[in-house]
């Protein structure tokens, strides 16, 4: 497999004091598990995508001479291995050694309240039973407001609503959905991704399209309360919407 990544996200409302704090324990929990799974291999873990929005950050690992892909899938085996420990509140075995030991108590201890969790992912490998992991998914849709388009493995938005920004991926060649909802109100419909725990939406993807909920015009919303075949007299805009919305959400 020639592509390592691993995601880091702080989920809640996170300052950036507690963002400093999260990347310095990440740099140390990598150079741990460098030092630890694969001694005197020098990997390299470069910022492939880094969303403040959602306060996360993709990271690919490019190896060096004295590396292998090896080295990297015993690092990356870990640091998912740490995830999974630091969402069952578990300690983290003498096997890993002191240095992620310590970088993992300081990841657990940045979690406070406001900030409700530390996520720690890995893309490389067979891949891990959602329920396992933390999360489930099922098809809905989202309400919010959509900003910080990246173009970085993908086109991706954030989409910021009440459980604050929700990371959303495109597929490829569905951008022109987007055409005119950017910066702007919109409902993004496809498989939401949450946490088990707190049932909190962390991404949507195979994203099946997105309607703007702002700067319609009244004639818009009487062609839509004329497509739910409403057999009372044409409503008003408001009633127009609500009807709307509870056909689509079914």
């Known amino acids: 497999m020639s592509d390592y990544s691993i995601t ?63 080295d990297v899938e015993r690092v990356v085996s870990g640091y998912a291995e740490i995830g999974r420990r630091l969402r069952a509140s578990d300690g983290v075995p003498d096997s890993f050694g002191s240095v992620v030991q310590a970088a993992a108590a300081r990841l657990a201890a940045i979690v406070n309240g406001h900030v409700t969790g530390v996520s720690l992912e890995a893309s490389s490998g067979a891949a891990e039973p ?11 849709a989202l309400e919010g407001h959509v900003d910080s388009m990246s173009k970085r493995r993908g ?29 702007r109100n919109a409902a993004v419909e496809g498989m939401i991704r949450r946490e088990m725990r707190s049932g909190r939406p962390v991404d949507i993807r195979q994203i099946s399209r997105v309607v703007v909920l702002d700067g319609v015009d009244h004639e818009a919303f009487q062609r839509a309360a004329g497509s739910l075949e409403i057999k009372e007299p044409r409503c008003s805009m408001d009633e127009a919407l609500r009807r709307v919305r509870n056909q689509w959400y079914g």
């Open 130 to 140: 959602e329920e396992a992991a933390g999360y489930c998914s099922d098809f809905g």
């Open 8 to 70: 880091f996200r702080l989920e809640g409302t996170v300052t950036i004091v507690e963002l400093r704090h999260g990347f310095d324990a990440l740099a140390l929990l990598l150079e741990g598990l460098g030092s630890r799974m694969a001694p005197g291999a020098e990997i390299e873990w470069e910022v492939t995508d880094l969303d403040a929005g959602s306060a996360s950050a993709t990271l690919t690992a490019k190896i060096d001479r004295a590396g292998t892909h090896e």
């Open 155 to 183: 086109l991706c938005f954030t989409l910021w609503g009440a459980d604050g920004g929700v990371r959303c991926y495109l597929s490829p060649g569905s951008e022109e959905m987007m055409r005119d909802a950017w910066d």
